[in-house]
């Protein structure tokens, strides 16, 4: 199945299913390039990258099949959302993690993969795109509906600007605790 029809395939499903249609889909970019990497060497399969017992627990009889696998992708991440409250860093963090390990951690576990994980489907769904730079250029790979995002130049410096502190942007704070069960000490 091509990636736009396998967007459309997740749309339809989370609409049907009563999910965020963009958390949906900002899952399905992380966890598979929109099902561009179906298998993981983890063991995870098909678009959504279910885990086999993930899959058996809501009814995917074959988990490489895009609409099985979706359909039981976005019926994963509907209860999550609910468990969550629809917070959705302790969504992408228990979609990637676990759910034990989010309550474990009092929060988004503090391991390096989990974190990017979060950073990544958070910056899919407010449709910040992955940034890259290199040579004076940011280029953004492509949003979340597939669509190419403009390349913005960068005027070359000789030397860094000045730091100016910290500034609010909006948006969310995402605090992660420095050991793995999550109480700090």
Do not use: H
Not at 6 to 29: C, F, P, S, T
Not at 34 to 44: F, L, M, W
Not at 94 to 104: F, I, K, L
Not at 118 to 139: D, F, I, M, P
């Amino acid at each position: 199945m091509d990636a736009a029809s396998l967007r459309d395939l997740v749309r339809q499903e989370a609409r049907k299913q009563g999910v965020d249609e963009k958390a949906a889909l900002a899952i399905l970019n992380q966890e598979s390039t929109d099902g561009e990497q179906v298998n993981s060497p983890k063991g995870a399969r098909g678009p959504m990258q279910l885990m086999p017992a993930t899959a058996a627990q809501y009814g995917v009889k074959d988990i490489c099949n895009p609409v099985e696998n979706v359909t039981g992708g976005v019926a994963f991440l509907k209860d999550l959302m609910a468990q969550f409250q629809g917070n959705l860093m302790l969504v992408a963090a228990a979609y990637n993690a676990g759910s034990e390990r989010v309550y474990r951690s009092n929060g988004v576990p503090p391991n390096a993969e989990t974190v990017r994980y979060v950073a990544s489907v958070t910056n899919k769904y407010y449709g910040l795109g992955e940034l890259t730079v290199r040579r004076g250029k940011s280029a953004a790979r492509r949003a979340t509906d597939g669509s190419p995002l403009q390349e913005v130049s960068r005027a070359p410096t000789s030397k860094p600007e000045p730091y100016k502190g910290q500034q609010w942007i909006g948006g969310s704070v995402l605090y992660v605790s420095s050991d793995e069960e999550g109480d700090g000490r």
